[in-house]
């Protein structure tokens, strides 16, 4: 494939959250007072990561799981030939020294004419007990992916018994389907093509198959996040709750002053202290190359009571600038979980994100596309 189809490809599936789509269908900001994020915490200095250096390749939507050895596997979405732009799910393993194992693919698109035969992005991977036939299995790794011919994205799953497997086992067909039931593209107005559902994030509620599923949706009514119960205990018979959206009041945008809206976000509960954590983009994205990415992100916090009936407000913890991390884009982040989607500490969480350059360093050609410089980085919040 030529690279600038394939870069058409890419620039709609996960770069951004709704890239041809306004955000219609979302509350109109109207009379809010923004609570300005705390100030008794700051940002750690950034530490480098992983990046395909030298390489024209793109390192991004890191799902991070800490160890009881302190140790960190690492999920991520890259390209495993240069200047090619195919989605594929990386793992790598940090060790407690700092070391690392040589990163490796280890979920693809599949076979020609499947419902994932073009991209496999956006992981997100929970410990559990997931029993698909005769075989039970710990994890499952969700994914975003969708068939060359179109251009919605839907929601799949993958299990392993081991996090550091070369191989995950794909459950055939998309766990979440797109929103509208007739076959192909959704088309809304100026020409522009309805996005689907993706970017997952995925906590398990009881240690077992039951899980907290959140993910974006891109259709005709709007951007936004939904969330879902999602039992996975019998994989063969699962079930979902009807997909609600998320609480919205308490973010605003760049300016601090209007109502913001949700995608591409990632999740983790603490719940004995009844704590969900977000961490976001912030919108609206810049105008200049590239200006399908966004250049801050927001972590925030409530009641995981709250977001599961449907009430109550975000509070920012922290908003990351380009001036906390030396570069002018800041996009596709995580938080720092344990195998459980669970956080260790809400009040100062850890958490991986990955940065870009940007116009007049980078440019949409050959060698010079901006997915070049996607790189992972890592900091967390600590007290002043």
């Known amino acids: 494939m030529k690279l600038t189809n394939l870069f058409w490809g890419i620039w709609g599936l996960s770069c951004a959250c709704l890239l041809l ?13 923004p609570t300005q994020p705390g100030t008794v915490i700051r940002m750690e200095k950034p530490q480098y990561v992983f990046g395909f250096l030298g390489q024209d390749k793109y390192s991004y939507c890191p799902s991070a799981l800490k160890q009881s050895d302190g140790s960190v596997h690492l999920f991520f979405c890259g390209n495993p030939q240069n200047q090619i732009m195919v989605d594929n799910i990386f793992h790598l393993k940090i060790n407690p020294d700092g070391s690392q ?4 693919s280890v979920l693809q698109p599949g ?76 088309l809304i107005g100026g020409g522009g093509k309805s996005w689907g559902v993706g970017q997952p994030s995925v906590v398990s ?47 605003y945008d760049i300016t601090g002053k209007a109502r913001d809206y949700t995608c591409n976000s990632d ?28 250049a801050s992100l927001e972590i925030d916090y409530m009641n995981l009571s709250d977001f599961m009936n449907n009430r109550g407000s975000w509070t920012p913890l922290y908003r990351i600038n380009p001036e906390d991390t030396g570069y002018p884009r800041n996009h596709n982040a995580a938080l720092l979980r344990d195998n459980f989607g669970h956080i260790e500490n809400w009040e100062l969480p850890e958490f991986y994100f990955t940065v870009s350059k940007a116009e007049s360093d980078v440019q949409p050609s050959g060698g010079s596309h901006a997915e070049w410089t996607y790189h992972i980085w890592k900091s967390k919040l600590i007290e002043k």
């Open 21 to 33: 789509l306004s955000c219609a269908g979302q509350d109109e900001p109207g009379d809010v007072t």
């Open 101 to 104: 194992t040589e990163a490796k």
């Open 111 to 186: 076979p020609s004419g499947s419902w994932d035969d073009h991209h496999t992005c956006d992981p997100s991977v929970v410990e559990g007990e997931f029993k698909w036939g005769d075989a039970t299995y710990k994890y499952a790794l969700f994914f975003l992916s969708n068939k060359y011919d179109v251009y919605y994205n839907e929601i799949g799953v993958a299990f392993s018994n081991s996090l550091g497997a070369d191989t995950w086992v794909k459950y055939p067909t998309q766990i979440v389907k797109k929103t509208w039931s007739n076959d192909g593209d959704q």
């Open 205 to 251: 509620l009881d240690g077992k198959g039951e899980l907290l599923l959140t993910y974006t949706v891109g259709d005709i009514s709007g951007t936004r996040i939904v969330w879902t119960r999602l039992d996975l205990s019998d994989v063969d018979n699962y079930t979902t709750s009807p997909p609600r959206t998320i609480v919205q009041s308490g973010l």
């Open 267 to 294: 999740f983790a509960i603490d719940q004995e202290a009844d704590k969900i954590v977000m961490i976001r983009p912030v919108q609206p994205m810049p105008s200049d190359y590239p200006n399908y990415i966004n």
